[in-house]
């Protein structure tokens, strides 16, 4: 039935008018009459129906009263009066199909059968209950079809409702599934995590107080672990409050993004405490970056932070490293590489960690592919972030996860 539907859809009521007068010239022209031609009279009822039924398109009612009223008068003044009677029992079906209640489609069907059972006043018995029967025809017909639509129109708007009403549900479900993982996480990184990290903080703060005459070296290394260490606990406090109310810290870029002047910035103090682990850093910085979007450039930043944290602790603290982030046509080349001199230090394991999964997925989800490793005697990372303007393409085309270069070992 939806193809029903479908034909007699509310907007396409003038295409059908349309037909509808076509039809009714094609009969007076085409199809043989009792006499020779339409008459005068004929053709004086018709164009009228005709043009009603186009300017009253929009208005069920006011097309039905007309038509109605045109078929009355054709019934006392001509035999055949075939157009005016179609014309009536089709406003009656786009009345029955568009009226706002059942009141109105009753009293335009009762309209109709008075005017239809006129022609049949003062007929013998048999013939006017011949034209009775003929009701189910002109009347019947047009109503039961318009309530047939009806029916089936309001079964779509339902079906449509149900299905938003389900996908709202799910949205919903899906929501608060997604806000207690969040809260769980929350709880671990405040009650575990941050909470070993402030004991860490405290300890060394202690430690810088309570022990004196020390070697300025290891006072400066006593400086530099509180400040990491109290940087971490603001990044941790930070993340349980996006992850216990996303709504709340909408907004803040900080959380996501990065103000683009201030990554060198940023990079640089990456590089700085790389340096101070042991590390040794080379780095080639575009000075485009400075000009590259917050989120790219928070990606830039995250990779290397990540990327120089690895070589720390896989390559060893007397490793070479060599970091390179260039702008090239609008596109981000980012790459870190290690000559593996320290090797992995003791208790280290030689990867399986997260380090490289989390950092091919930030860079999948801006549309670039990560290639990690072995490279000489040491380890590479590398990785294009495209412009903003194909990151969009790029993330449209399936990727094989396991194309990506994963290596056999994967740093943490």
Known sequence: MSWLVRLFDLRDTLVRMVLLDLTGLCYLLVVPHSTSTPTTAQWVLAVPAFAVALAAHRRPVVNMVAQTALLAVA??????????????????????????GPRA?????????????????????????????????????????????????????????????????????????????????ARELHDVVAHHVASMVLRVGVARHVLTDLDPRVDEVF?????????????????????????GVRGDAALTAIEPSAL?????????????????????????????DAVRGMAVLRLTQEALTNVAKHAGTSALAHLVVAVRDGSVHWEVTDDGRGGVPPGMPAGGGHGITGM???????????????????????????????????????????????????PA
Request: charged share 25%; proline share 5%; glycine share 8%.
């Open 360 to 410: 091919r997925e930030r860079v999948e989800v801006l549309g670039g592919r990560l290639e990690a490793g072995p490279t000489g005697t040491g380890w590479r990372v590398r990785t294009v972030l495209p412009a903003p303007a194909a990151e969009a393409s790029a993330r449209s085309v399936p990727r094989d996860r396991a194309a990506a270069g994963s290596p056999v070992s994967e």
């Open 75 to 100: 019934i006392s003044l001509i035999d055949d009066f075939t157009i005016n009677q179609v014309g009536a029992s089709w406003a009656l079906l786009e009345m029955t199909m568009r009226a706002r």
């Open 264 to 292: 060198p910035a940023a990079i640089g103090a990456s590089i700085d405490r790389a340096r101070q682990a042991g590390v040794t850093v080379e780095a080639d910085l575009d000075p485009a970056i400075g000009s590259l």
């Open 105 to 185: 489609i009753w009293l335009a069907t009762a309209l109709l059968v008075v005017v239809d059972l006129t022609d049949s006043i003062g007929d013998p018995p048999r013939r006017f209950a011949s034209g009775v029967v003929g009701l189910a025809v002109e009347v019947g017909v047009p109503v039961l079809l318009g309530l047939v639509i009806r029916a089936n129109r309001e079964l779509s708007r339902q079906a449509v409702e149900r299905a938003l009403a389900e996908q709202r549900q799910h949205e919903s479900e899906s929501r608060a599934a997604r806000a207690d993982e969040r809260s769980a996480i």
């Open 223 to 247: 400086d530099d672990v509180h400040g990491t260490g109290t940087a971490a606990l603001a990044e941790l406090r930070r993340l349980v409050a996006v992850l216990r109310n996303p709504d």
